[in-house]
């Protein structure tokens, strides 16, 4: 089932690539960001309200709060850099740069969180950034 979720998900980045392309032109890339961030916000807190989770906001802990929180810092330092670059250059070399994210996580789950790198693992990621070079020349 995860796959599907996965698979949607490919789907709308794919999407907000586009969309993000088409609605930054002649504006500023950081008020870009900050009114997609706006989108995000309400539709992150109307899913939460209405599928009645907002009672779980007393059961996070210091550590769910601070790594929620530099999460969502680094999400929004990755948008704001996102849109940028998307303002200066072609969707068909951002949007691959970007997903360099993917063979980054991999290293970083591997280093970070003591995820084991098993082969098929390291040819994939390899896979990722060889596409990423081939796509960006």
């Known amino acids: 089932m995860w796959w599907i979720f996965a698979l949607l998900s490919a789907v709308f980045a794919a999407l907000t ?15 870009a960001t900050a009114i ?11 899913i939460v ?8 906001l007393h059961q996070l802990t210091r550590q769910n709060w601070l790594f ?11 948008w704001v850099f996102y849109f940028r670059a998307l303002q200066l250059g072609p969707v068909s070399k951002v ?3 970007d997903k360099l ?11 970070f969180l003591g995820e ?3 082969w098929q693992t390291g ?15």
């Open 49 to 56: 309200y209405f599928q009645g989770s907002l009672a779980g």
């Open 116 to 118: 084991k790198l098993t």
């Open 17 to 31: 690539a586009v969309l993000a392309k088409i609605g930054i032109t002649s504006v500023d890339s950081s008020l």
């Open 101 to 111: 994210s993917v063979a980054l996580a991999i290293g970083l789950s591997v280093l």
């Open 123 to 137: 040819i994939g990621a390899g896979l990722i950034l060889a596409g990423t070079l081939v796509l960006i020349r």
């Open 36 to 46: 997609r961030t706006a989108v995000v916000l309400v539709l992150a807190w109307g």
């Open 68 to 78: 929620l929180g530099l999460s969502g810092l680094a999400t929004g330092l990755s």
């Open 95 to 97: 949007a691959p740069v």
